[in-house]
Every structure is written in C-alpha cells, then in structure tokens.
C-alpha cells in the first residue's frame, strides 16, 4: 500500500522559498500516477497547487504557477514543492498526495504539515 | 476556473437518520465524449488529511460503507448517508477533476443533533 510522508521546515520567513518534501513508499514514482501538492490554510478549505508525472511534466494551478515549482526525484522516489516569495496568506497545511492519470481524484494522502509564514 | 459550491456550511443530523450533502458547480463537470461526472466526494476528520469515498460522481471507494452514495449529473451532486453514524461527523468536500485547475468545494461541516 502506498504512503506518502511530507517533510521540511515548519516555519518560513516572508518573502523566503517555501520548500517541502514528499517521500513515497510502497510505490515506485517512476511506474506511473501524477504526484499532487494540496494546502488547506487553517480552519479553511482545500487548494490544489500542481502536480507533475513521472515524465517531469508539470501542470500548475494559475492562480500559483509564477510562483511554483514542482520536482520530481526518481531515484529517492520523493517530489518536492518550491513556492516563492511567501506572505502570511501561505500559511497551511501543506500535503502531498497522489492522482490517476486523466482521473484527477486524490487517492492516497499524506499526513501533512504546517508551514507558518512568519518572520 | 469552476467555481464549487457546496450548501448547506453546516448540518446537524440524528444518529440513524439520512444527511444529505449537495454540490453545485459553475459549470459542467460531465465529459460528453465519456459521459463520465468528474467529480469526487471527501470525507476529512479533524487533524486527518481528507480520504476519497466517491468517485466519477456515484463510484464508492473500496471500503467505503455503503451507507454513502453519490448522485447527479452535469452541475448538481448530492452525497447521502443513508443512516448516520458517530464516526461520520467530519467535513465533507466535493471536487472536480473535469478542467485545471482542479478545484474544491468550500466544505460542509456534519454534526450529530
């Protein structure tokens, strides 16, 4: 069975790079699905940030994409999120989680982890 | 972007009776060349992140109880639990996945009366 697990720094300075890590287990990235970042801003309700294939292809949400970079690590089998120039409105909970290609519903998630935009 | 909008914000129900859910969206979530509803129901208890139940609109999950069922078609959906039970109270989300970005409903919070 699939797990995801998010990791990095649970507090960000403004305008500093948000950076955060999804290690997947029980699942080789490499055979397939989209791999997703969601965020949820506390007491609030659910934002979808991109994903990207195994390819390297990327699709992004517009309302983010200047911001947004999302990567793929194969042989860590870990995808990671890069979101600049952070302001307090980005405090959330941060999650990864997994999709079918073509089928966007979200399938496996992980825990999450807050990130504070904070100085 | 569709625009997601879920009604009520917050219901409260009795153990054993049927609460009912209902989605709208700004347009069209119903692909004609499939005619597949690309739209999922979540369920997200405090402090967990949310767990798919329903799929292309009234497929439920592997393990899903069946007290949960999804209907409609095009713009409105409707998720029902047929009886309610403790473990049901949580947040219930609708999504879809018909265009980029993928977007969600606003949440509605299910209480026990």
């Known amino acids: 069975q699939v797990q995801l697990q998010e990791s990095g720094p649970g507090l960000v300075k403004p305008s500093a790079t948000l950076s955060l890590t999804c290690t997947v287990s029980?699942?080789?990235?490499?055979?397939?699905?989209?791999w997703a970042w969601i965020r949820q801003p506390p007491g609030k309700g659910l934002e979808w940030i991109g994903h990207?294939?195994?390819?390297?292809?990327?699709y992004y949400n517009p309302s983010l994409k200047s911001r947004v970079t999302i990567s793929v690590d194969m042989s860590k089998n870990q995808f990671s999120v890069k979101l600049s120039s952070v302001t307090a409105a980005d405090t959330a909970v941060y999650y990864c989680?997994?999709?079918?290609?073509?089928?966007?519903?979200?399938?496996?998630w992980g825990q999450g982890t807050l990130v504070t935009v904070s100085s | 972007d569709i625009v997601m909008t879920q009604s009520p914000d917050s219901l409260a129900v009795s153990l054993g009776e049927r609460a009912t859910i209902n989605c709208k969206s700004s347009q069209t979530v119903l692909y004609s060349s499939d005619s597949k509803n690309y739209l999922a129901w979540y369920q997200q208890k405090p402090g967990q992140p949310p767990k798919l139940l329903i799929h292309?609109?009234?497929t439920r999950e592997s393990g899903v109880p069946d007290r949960f069922s999804g209907s409609g078609s095009g713009t409105d959906f409707t998720l029902t639990i047929s009886s309610l039970q403790a473990e049901d109270v949580a947040v219930y989300y609708c999504q879809q996945y018909y265009s980029i970005p993928y977007t969600f409903g606003q949440g509605t919070k299910l209480e026990i009366k």
């Open positions: 029980g699942y080789s990235i490499s055979s397939g699905y989209y």
């Open positions: 990207i294939y195994h390819s390297g292809s990327t």
């Open positions: 292309w609109a009234s």
């Open positions: 989680a997994r999709s079918e290609p073509g089928y966007s519903w979200f399938d496996s």
